[in-house]
């Protein structure tokens, strides 16, 4: 996050909000501070220690699978069942095993990682349920951080999702966590990327629901804000449990997200030894703008010549869509909005599958 900490007097900055006590505004970084605040230290050298962001805890992780639900289950699914043999896999960021437990079965062993110790906790009371006895063999968890795991072994697949990359906010980190992966994977390994792309905007927010017991219902507001300067978002994410329609809890935590677009991600994969071959926008259930994508990755294929039915192209093998007699049906009066929102400026999560050269 960009929350530092003075090792010396323990004076605590966040860049984000700034410190009105001392006249700083919101957005002012750490580096523009030495010499004007803190009496003790000045702000002055390496004694500033950026902090972590807040590990999953609370109603968070509680409520975490209520919300994050099945996506991306059937996409990861089906992209580990197109490997040649059961693959080994490693999961970075398993939180509650929401999806290792469903793709443990299909694999020859899987291993997730996580540092919160609740969301691990869940993941194993998952897998004792899901494979009873051999609840450790088939699925195996460890909790430390995933910037400094080394593992034991190697791995044909490596999985990113939610946005772990993301949760790291400075670019040394980045790399840090791509040279660990490259690491554990075999050559010619597959890693999986997930992407998440805020809502368009400086400011946005967002609302569900979800009731979770007949006469318990949770809210889930977020209330976030992008930095194009900063190369960051940040989300103040607010729970709030109601009990027969009554406020019984309200849970706040903040997280910051590094900003982070496919083409960057190509790059960056690029330049710690992998090339990006397939970038995939909602598991497949959207397509991915085409500005969005480096030459070469999701190739179309050839398209028809100009004298060539779609008949003669189908039959000649190329990549053709035959036509679809009122394939669109978005509109209606008074309410329009029969198709999904799928606008440049709504959220969207895209995932880059890369292998190792």
């Avoid at 109603?59 to 099945?70: H, N, P």
């Amino acid at each position: 996050m960009a929350m530092t900490r003075c090792s010396y007097c323990q004076f605590m900055y966040d860049e984000w909000y700034g410190d009105t006590r001392n006249g700083v505004p919101a957005g002012i970084p750490l580096e523009d501070l030495a010499g004007t605040l803190c009496s003790r230290c000045g702000m002055q050298g390496m004694r500033h220690e950026w902090q972590p962001s807040p590990k999953y805890e609370g109603q968070e992780a509680e409520y975490y699978d209520q919300f994050a639900g099945k996506a991306g289950i059937a996409f990861y699914r089906h992209w580990l069942e197109q490997a040649a043999e059961p693959p080994s896999v490693l999961e970075l960021g398993v939180g509650t095993g929401r999806l290792a437990v469903e793709l443990a079965g299909r694999a020859a062993c899987y291993c997730g990682i996580d540092w919160s110790p609740l969301m691990i906790k869940a993941a194993d009371s998952k897998r004792k349920r899901m494979f009873k006895e051999e609840a450790e063999q088939r699925l195996q968890l460890v909790e430390e951080d995933v910037l400094t795991f080394r593992a034991a072994g190697t791995y044909t697949h490596v999985l990113c999702p939610d946005g772990l990359l993301q949760h790291f906010t400075q670019m040394e980190e980045h790399i840090a966590l791509l040279r660990n992966i490259h690491r554990s994977l075999q050559a010619g390994g597959w890693i999986a990327v997930d992407l998440l792309l805020p809502p368009g905007g400086a400011a946005w927010q967002t609302l569900e629901r979800k009731r979770v017991q007949p006469h318990k219902l949770v809210h889930r507001r977020i209330d976030g804000a992008t930095s194009l300067s900063r190369q960051i978002f940040h989300s103040a994410i607010a729970y709030e449990t109601y009990i027969d329609g009554a406020m019984e809890s309200r849970y706040l935590v903040e997280r910051e997200y590094a900003l982070m677009t496919p083409k960057e991600a190509v790059l960056l994969l690029a330049a710690e030894g992998f090339e990006v071959t397939r970038i995939i926008q909602n598991y497949g259930l959207s397509t991915p703008w085409r500005t969005a994508l480096p030459p070469g990755v999701n190739d179309r294929g050839i398209d028809p010549d100009a004298g060539e039915t779609i008949e003669e192209a189908i039959a000649a093998g190329k990549c053709v869509h035959p036509h679809r007699e009122n394939a669109w049906v978005d509109g209606g009066y008074p309410l329009g909005g029969v198709m999904p929102d799928l606008s440049p400026d709504a959220s969207a999560t895209m995932t880059l599958i890369a292998r190792k050269k």
